[in-house]
């Protein structure tokens, strides 16, 4: 079974700083699917970024991209410019292509404080 | 209105109540999802509907009954539960249930059991 660790409970950035969230997994798998999702105070998990395991570049959405290190099973997101806003608690989630279904599994998340 | 929406967003039942909660999605998907969020506990995913079939059930206790009477809706009926029970319980739609596509959340119902 895989699994998703997530080993910084909580973070802390300034506005306007860089902070990277770390994630790791196990796998015995070739192919998947990596997401992280945002999940802030209003409690509405929202997909923030998603990378395919075959594809060797690195994901990227605007201010958010991601680390992705296959051989190490490590899948860190990176937000650059922090804003007030990106406070929340911040999910890695694994999704298998090898297997049948539709399973998202996530780790316990890091919740995230942006300092003004 | 859009999105995925469910009802009520604050619930609290004892021990022999029976209710329910209720999911809504106004985007299109066939393919909708029950989470539960504990405290300090990743978020395990409960049920699975495609194309209004259960396609996954992940060991849930048979006090938690599912019901997706269109790919529209998607309930959660509640009896008998437990205090253990108390958490956050998240909706989920999707395209269809394949691997890689999103999956869009509701605000969830946070549920209490006394």
């Known amino acids: 079974a895989q699994t998703v660790t997530q080993s910084q409970p909580e973070m802390s950035v300034q506005e306007a700083e860089t902070v990277t969230l770390s994630c790791t997994y196990d796998t015995s798998e070739s192919d998947y699917y990596l997401f992280w999702y945002k999940q802030p105070p209003s409690r509405q998990m929202i997909l923030v970024i998603r990378q395919e395991a075959y594809k060797q570049q690195n994901a990227t959405e605007n201010r958010f991209s991601v680390n992705f290190q296959k051989a190490a099973k490590s899948f860190s997101l990176k937000i650059s410019d922090s804003q007030l806003g990106d406070a929340a608690m911040y999910f890695c989630a694994y999704r298998s292509k090898e297997t049948s279904g539709s399973r998202l599994t996530f780790g316990e998340g890091t919740q995230l404080t942006v300092n003004p | 209105e859009t999105g995925v929406t469910q009802t009520p967003r604050h619930l609290v039942m004892g021990m022999t109540n029976k209710k329910s909660l209720k999911c809504e999605q106004h985007l299109g998907h066939n393919a909708m999802y029950w989470y539960k969020q504990s405290a300090k506990k990743p978020l395990e995913l409960m049920f699975v509907?495609?194309?209004?079939?259960?396609?996954e059930n992940n060991s849930v206790p048979s006090r938690f009954s599912p019901e997706c009477p269109n790919s529209s809706h998607l309930f959660l009926h509640l009896h008998t539960l437990q205090p253990e029970d108390s958490a956050l319980y998240l909706c989920?739609?999707?395209?269809?249930?394949?691997?890689?596509?999103?999956?869009?959340f509701g605000p969830g119902t946070r549920l209490t059991v006394l």
């Open positions: 989920a739609s999707s395209q269809v249930a394949v691997y890689g596509d999103e999956q869009f």
């Open positions: 509907y495609n194309f209004k079939e259960q396609t």
